[in-house]
Nanobody, 125 residues
Framework: QVQLVESGGGLVQAGGSLRLSCAAS????????MGWFRQAPGKDREFVAFINWSGRTTYYADSVKGRFTITRDNAKNTVYLQMGTLKPEDTAVYYC??????????????????WGQGTQVTVSS
């Protein structure tokens, strides 16, 4: 059973940057897709970014396109989310998730089988 652990969250001023990491243990990391989601207080969990097993295909939510970059290092069993030009509305708990059987719905919470515990990102104005 794959386990995912996020790290790298924290408090940052608007316009700043953070890099989130998600380390996977168990399973064969290089065989499945990964996604990042976020959830702000009182809101539904929303899609942020997706990367396929090889790293060659990525998708982003419109709200983060051009500011965030998802990458993965299969040798280190880790996926990253580089976040730049952060805005107060980016404040949320960020979750990474594993997608074993990619069906094309990279934006859907139900697409993903395994989730991490989340890491808090707070952007001050």
């Amino acid at each position: 059973q794959v386990q995912l652990v996020e790290s790298g969250g924290g408090l940052v001023q608007a316009g700043g940057s953070l890099r989130l990491s998600c380390a996977a243990s168990g399973g064969t990391f290089g065989t499945y897709a990964m996604g990042w989601f976020r959830q702000a207080p009182g809101k539904d969990r929303e899609f942020v970014a997706f990367i396929n097993w090889s790293g060659r295909t990525t998708y982003y939510a419109d709200s983060v396109k051009g500011r965030f970059t998802i990458t993965r290092d299969n040798a280190k069993n880790t996926v990253y989310l580089q976040m730049g030009t952060l805005k107060p509305e980016d404040t949320a708990v960020y979750y990474c998730a594993a997608d074993y059987h990619y069906s094309g719905r990279h934006y859907a919470v139900y697409e993903y089988e395994i989730w991490g515990q989340g890491t808090q990102v707070t952007v001050s104005s």
